[in-house]
């Protein structure tokens, strides 16, 4: 039996995720449809519903590199279209799966998150 599979975008995502559908949107009524917006918010959509259909689907992240703000046992990372990054944790029980989608995040943020920009 596979259990059915949830994908819930909180905290900083879901934050990210509703400004961008405010960008989207006003730039719909204004006539674009193809901005880096748009095609982002597409990417998002798109990677939630592989997810849905295989929560491994992302790259795991190595425990010992999972950054404390998370405070979580599991880290996955999906790439996005523009070098931005969501990144989600696995919660499970014997009924379903929840994928939380923790953070939407450009490049840049990703790295000072990781700590890769330290010099």
């Not at 010992?64 to 931005?84: A, G």
């Amino acid at each position: 039996m596979n259990k059915p599979v949830r994908v819930i975008i909180v905290d900083e995502a879901e934050i990210e995720f509703k400004k961008l559908n405010e960008i989207v949107g006003q730039q719909i009524r204004e006539g674009k449809d193809n901005s880096e917006e748009i095609q982002l918010l597409k990417s998002i959509k798109q990677k939630v519903e592989f997810v849905k259909a295989n929560p491994f689907y992302g790259d795991n992240i190595t425990k010992k590199l999972i950054p404390n703000k998370y405070n979580v046992q599991n880290l996955w990372r999906v790439e996005l279209t523009h070098f931005w990054r969501m990144l989600y944790t696995i919660k499970g029980d014997q009924i379903e799966i929840i994928c939380f989608v923790l953070d939407i995040i450009d490049h840049n943020k990703y790295n000072k998150v990781f700590g890769y920009n330290k010099r």
